[in-house]
């Protein structure tokens, strides 16, 4: 091994992330260093004892960006006296995310329409990838010999991936469950596929994101209390079997577990209590939020909460909308993410303080003012509601990252509103005010969505 | 009048562009003054001499940008010995724009899914919109209110303005042509509109364009020589019209004619020498790239361009392809403008300097190096050619961005370079070095395009 590359290296502790121009690499330095060779387009992960691949000229011209073991932490700054708010701060190799956080969702490696910078500019802390997608296309395996999604998609920020089971699990006819796991048919191509405990760890491995989740299985809505318990039970024994394979993958990914249970309040319990006693640093509660009234949901989490260990952060899967988060919040949730404010966006829905409001609506037809006054937000800040009526009436590209923008910035400025009111001991007021004046949409609204979204999910997952 | 609103006018010459956050507006100050009350939403028109309105918080919160009666011209800074090429720059109300230039299509107030300040970053200097599309949709009239297109899409660098007429004799059996103008019925909802020289003009006033066109009569090919000179003769008595019609709105605004004469060696002169001969300060070159071999486009230009004054900025509307910018910067021509680099980029075509790449093709799917290695744009300096290849391939919004990033980069730095290399005296060596490496898009593969575009157009237009 070259003097220069050896010197090198014993510099470094653990993991080390090396930069090379537009590059970014992980490996972890006791068995392993990632070389990026820029030039051969290649990510060499050499021996340490056997590196003669490792050029002095490439390696002096990288930069430790981090060096550790794990660098996962999750700390509370602040709790609520009169709810379960708390507000902290979740540590990733990739940075720190203050919380409770909204987390865009870049189903295919990309956030729709919106750019890593724009993300970054709205506020974004982490992004949500979806599992199930990725391995299907591009690859989990293509993109790990891109150094993983971060360097990919070039979003340097931290990334949590879902295990993939959702999307299985609504693809019904297509897919065929047993202990092992679950065996699917590609909707794009029908090729067959098994997603197991173990197999999902390892394609979150080659993703490379920096918090995974394990396979669980999500009972539709309306389920029976038995096919709840078999479900739930699965999901424990499932969760165990993840446990036992992650170590052999890269230690700075977190595994989050997943609590389950369906709408049986004794279930519900009974999975915060098993998953919660799990080494899993943070926990996420699935199964939520598809289908059942709004009212079950909180209901749900209000006997789910008091079981979860306090030092674990916890993300309410796939919640929510604006009121989701607010309310969510006070039920002692910290981590959010959803395609909604995404995907109405892309409909012509705009949050404002007020509720949701359709921006091809005629009354924004000769509109001066920003679709909502005092926004700070890139299109607020430079365009006429009138003039996001024009492009979204014409279906113009432009419109489509202009709402997305909108409503993610809306998110994000309303999650660090929740912070920071949890912190200035004020978040019941801050509550009540917010829900008092947001307009949600009504029920009738949702379930018409829901029912067109579904029927495009059926042609495209 | 309030004695601060007085002061502020006294200061000004001629014409003001008044800068109030966010939005910017004119006003010929021997006249009128325009003010823009923001918290209004209006856009005031008040005589200098019953200036009551003006109240003076408003006016001192604005910035004087530019004075001046009329800041167009053409300077030429370098010309070609063995060639017609030259080098100059055009300077408008809104900026300078070395020639020759690219300037990208925002058909309807937007380069379709780029933002103005991706189009900046690209070295856009100016765009071009179209009078048809946007006087049905929002109509001028609004954009007027909005202190004109600038304002309206945020775009504060210089805008050429069609006339309408090209889109609406593509409109076929919906238009009507008389001496008057042109009758039609808008492709949106069958409403009845008629454009005249006259109209055109107030329209575009409204549009508040940097450059504006006249009504013209584009004839198709193949034309026989009698509806060649027809249409050219009828096209001059509208120049002149337009001519007449044009002292009465903003002296800003700069009046190109429009050399027609179809496909006729002989007309084509007679068009060069009669509009080259009116009073306009620049000229557009229409009528060609209309379906016509490439052969006979170069051909008709040879014998136009000797006809047309030297000190004019020349025009060729509509066109073109990267290898028409080289060749027709040869042939005299200083700006161009078409939809195509942006359109191939939406259908998977990407340009480099070995000619159009196809990014959806399987060997672009795990290559490490940019979509053109070198290539300064956004999109080659962040991603690999294997995302783009993804997100064409998985139709995700941000392809269409990117690629049109990188093409329309990629025109307007062929333009830089083009420009350089008169200024240096080797564009003879610049261009054939260019033509030799280029390969160009097969006549087949364009008359493919043609067919699938104009099947596209008869039913959006």
């Known amino acids: 091994m070259p003097k220069e590359a050896s010197s090198f290296i014993n510099e470094c502790n653990g993991l080390v992330h090396l930069s090379v121009t537009g590059v970014v690499g992980h490996a972890q330095m006791n068995k392993t260093v990632a070389l990026i060779d820029k030039a051969a387009g290649l990510l060499w992960l050499a021996m340490l004892d056997d590196c003669e691949k490792i050029r002095p000229s490439n390696v002096l011209s990288r ?22 708010a708390r507000a902290g701060v979740v540590t990733t190799p990739h940075g720190a995310i203050p919380t409770p956080i909204f987390m865009p969702v870049g189903t295919q490696a990309t956030v729709k329409s919106v750019s890593p910078e724009e993300l970054r500019a709205a506020g974004a802390a982490i992004i949500l990838a979806n599992t199930y997608h990725l391995m299907l296309r591009p690859g989990s395996g293509l993109i790990h010999e891109f150094g993983g999604l971060h360097n990919f998609m070039h979003w340097d920020g931290p990334i949590l991936t879902d295990s993939g089971g959702f999307q299985v699990f609504s693809l019904g006819h297509l897919r065929k469950l047993s202990e092992e796991g679950a065996a699917f048919k590609s909707h794009l191509d029908g090729s067959p596929h ?10 979150e491995y080659e993703l490379g994101s920096d918090i995974v989740l394990p396979l669980d299985i999500c009972a539709p809505y309306p389920s029976t209390a038995k096919e709840a318990q078999v ?5 424990h024994r499932w969760a165990e079997r993840a446990l036992e394979t992650k170590p052999q993958y890269n230690p700075q990914q977190t595994l989050f577990g997943i609590v389950q249970g369906a709408f049986e309040p004794e279930l519900r319990q009974e999975s915060a209590r098993f ?8 926990l996420s509660i699935g199964g939520l939020s598809v289908g059942e009234p709004k009212g079950m949901m909180w209901d749900l989490l209000r006997v789910t909460t008091p079981e979860l260990p306090r030092e674990k952060p916890r ?40 509720g ?8 924004y037809r000769s509109m001066h003012d920003p679709v909502e006054d005092g926004c700070d937000c890139y299109t607020c800040r430079n365009y006429s509601a009138a003039y996001v009526h024009h492009l979204a009436r014409t279906e113009e590209q432009l419109y489509y990252r ?19 009111s949890i912190i200035a001991h004020t978040y019941p007021a801050f ?22 979204w579904k029927a495009a999910r059926q042609q495209k997952v």
Chains 1, 2 share one sequence.
């Open 63 to 84: 930069k430790i960006v981090k060096k550790s073991m794990s660098t996962f932490s999750f700390t509370i700054e602040a709790e609520c006296s009169e709810t379960w």
């Open 194 to 203: 098994l997603l197991t405990p173990e197999s999902v760890m390892k394609i």
């Open 231 to 235: 479900a739930m039970e699965r999901t």
């Open 275 to 282: 998953i919660g006693g799990l080494p899993f640093p943070g």
């Open 315 to 354: 993300h309410l899967l796939g919640v929510g909308s604006p009121e989701d988060l607010v309310i969510g919040v006070g039920l002692g949730m910290d981590m959010f993410d959803c395609v909604l404010p995404t995907r109405v966006a892309r409909h012509g829905g705009l949050f404002t303080r007020d």
């Open 356 to 363: 949701r409001i359709s921006i091809k609506g005629a009354r």
């Open 402 to 420: 202009l709402g997305s923008i909108h409503n993610i910035r809306f998110m994000l400025r309303l999650a660090a509103e929740l912070r920071a």
């Open 431 to 452: 509550r009540d005010t917010f829900l008092e004046r947001y307009v949600p949409a009504s029920e009738q609204t949702r379930e018409a969505q829901r029912e067109k």
